[in-house]
């Protein structure tokens, strides 16, 4: 089973434009993007209408056998956007989902999203020995080399030069963040128009502009990049981010972790289904559970209280210190 990243979906358009795409991930942007460029050479095959179908609830599937039955001597090229936003992916939508398959209709090409459901899909996918005959296209958050030759892709696609230490500094410190990258990347264009494009012109942009979440700190300590960190904790100080954000989203990311660490037999993927953790920072839990020194967690925790009471009771925003020295402590590695 081959999926099709973002870099190599347009190439392959080119060459041939399919009927049937399924989308894995929930990335914003490489579901937006790659659309687009579904879409876009899609029209100029003259599937100019589009259509969109939610399926909250199993029985809206028969919406979408009546799209495909609608056929008639005057039918038009059309595109069909399958949204699946039901709950659970069971035995009879995945038949559901097989049935599309064999359904042959040339004026009709879809696009099935998984959103939500796309890790269960994936899963589903890797056990099953019939390959299935879709193109699928990877729309989870990159990281590693994969966010490396999506930047490298990104940077010749919008023809912008940028010296190495530039793009060593939106590699190192915004890896999986797309959404940052996507709008300095169009910012650069308008600012710095047929211009190479230095750290310092990227810093200036930066400053202005950064996108983090708490996750993305998180994500830092968890695999144990201190300096990004750093450098994410930095930002949100002089962005006047509110610290108590930070303390709740760490204090509910340890309190999974533990839980993780005590069920450690259970099913993992349900297990982060249970919690809410979404497919692209299940590799930081899993990297948490066998880096972090719990022995510290007893410290972590005294801090995190007193922090928290420093906000709440004294009305003190500026604990920035304590934040770094919970990074610290949760960064520290396990001692052989």
């Given at each position: 089973m081959?999926?099709?990243?973002?870099?190599?979906?347009?190439?392959?358009?080119?060459?041939?434009?399919?009927?049937?795409?399924?989308?894995l991930g929930e990335d914003l942007i490489f579901l937006k993007k790659n659309e687009k460029i579904i879409l876009d050479f899609a029209k100029k095959q003259d599937f100019k209408e589009n259509n969109i179908i939610n399926v909250e609830k199993i029985t809206d599937w028969n919406k979408i056998i009546s799209f495909y039955s609608s056929n008639n001597l005057f039918f038009k090229k059309k595109v069909l956007i399958i949204n699946l936003i039901i709950k659970n992916l069971n035995s009879l939508l995945i038949k559901n989902i097989n049935k599309l398959f064999f359904v042959k209709n040339?004026?009709?090409?879809?696009?099935?999203?998984?959103?939500?459901?796309?890790?269960?899909?994936?899963?589903?996918?890797l056990k099953q020995k019939n390959i299935f005959n879709a193109n699928i296209v990877w729309c989870f958050t990159p990281y590693g080399s994969n966010f490396k030759k999506w930047l490298l892709y990104e940077l010749k696609e919008k023809k912008i030069e940028i010296t190495?230490?530039?793009f060593l500094l939106l590699y190192k410190f915004y890896e999986g963040n797309t959404l940052f990258i996507y709008n300095i990347l169009n910012i650069m264009i308008l600012t710095w128009k047929n211009e190479k494009i230095?750290?310092?012109?990227?810093?200036?942009?930066?400053?202005k502009f950064a996108i983090f979440t708490p996750s993305d700190w998180i994500n830092s300590i968890f695999e144990n990049k201190i300096k990004h960190a750093f450098y994410i904790l930095d930002t949100f100080r002089k962005q006047?981010?509110?610290?108590?954000?930070?303390?709740?989203?760490?204090?509910?990311?340890?309190?999974?972790?533990?839980?993780?660490?005590?069920?450690?037999?259970t099913n993992?993927?349900?297990?982060?289904?249970?919690?809410?953790?979404?497919?692209?920072?299940?590799?930081?839990?899993?990297?948490?559970?066998?880096?972090?020194?719990?022995?510290?967690?007893?410290?972590?925790?005294?801090i995190l209280l007193q922090t928290d009471i420093k906000i709440k009771v004294e009305y003190n925003y500026n604990v920035w210190t304590e934040l770094k020295t919970l990074t610290l402590l949760l960064s520290s590695k396990i001692k052989n």
């Open positions: 081959k999926f099709i990243y973002s870099e190599e979906l347009k190439r392959k358009i080119i060459k041939n434009l399919n009927l049937f795409y399924i989308f040339l004026d009709i090409l879809t696009i099935l999203k998984f959103n939500h459901l796309s890790n269960d899909f994936k899963n589903y996918l190495e230490n530039a230095t750290s310092k012109k990227l810093k200036n942009i930066i400053n006047k981010y509110n610290p108590l954000i930070l303390v709740r989203s760490l204090q509910k990311d340890l309190l999974t972790l533990v839980n993780m660490k005590r069920e450690k037999k993992m993927n349900l297990f982060f289904k249970q919690n809410n953790i979404f497919f692209n920072r299940i590799k930081f839990f899993n990297f948490a559970i066998e880096s972090i020194n719990f022995n510290n967690f007893l410290k972590v925790i005294r």
